[in-house]
C-alpha cells in the first residue's frame, strides 16, 4: 500500500522560503510519478509541479523559477523547495503519488491515486 506523509508546512513572510517534505512508502516500482497540489480556500486544487523518476520535471507557471521539486529515491522523500513565496502561494500542499503511469503526463490530479492529508501554507504580505 502506497503510503504519504507531508511535512513542513507552516506560516511565512512573503519573499521567505519555505521547504515542504513528503515521506512516502510502497512505491517499489521502476517508474511512478510524484507531484505537488494546492489548494486555497473557495477554490479548486490545482497542480504545482510534477516530477517523475528519471528526474523529468513539471512546473504550473505561476512558480516557474520559485518552485523546486526534487526526489530522493534512497530515503523515499520528495521535496517541494518554495522560494521567494506570494501571498498566493497560500494553501493547503498536497503530496500525491502514482506508479500506473510510467512518466509524468501533466499537472491534472485526475492522473494521480495516492494522495497525503496536507500541509497547510499561508503566505503574509
Known amino acids: 500500500e502506497v503510503q504519504l506523509m507531508e511535512s513542513g508546512g507552516g506560516s511565512a513572510q512573503a519573499g521567505r522560503s519555505l521547504r515542504l517534505r513528503c515521506d512516502f512508502s510502497?512505491?517499489?516500482?521502476?517508474?511512478?510519478?510524484m507531484g505537488w497540489f494546492r489548494q486555497a480556500p473557495q477554490k479548486e486544487r490545482e497542480g504545482v509541479a510534477t516530477i517523475d523518476r528519471g528526474g523529468a520535471t513539471t512546473y504550473t507557471s505561476s512558480v516557474e523559477g520559485r518552485f523546486t521539486i526534487t526526489l530522493d529515491g534512497v530515503r523515499n522523500a520528495l521535496y517541494l523547495q518554495m522560494n521567494n513565496l506570494e501571498p498566493e502561494d497560500t494553501g493547503k500542499y498536497y503530496c500525491a503519488a502514482e506508479y500506473r503511469i510510467p512518466t509524468c503526463r501533466g499537472l491534472s490530479d485526475t492522473d494521480f491515486t495516492y494522495w497525503g492529508r496536507g500541509t497547510q501554507v499561508t503566505v503574509s504580505s
Open positions: 510502497g512505491l517499489h516500482y521502476s517508474a511512478y510519478c
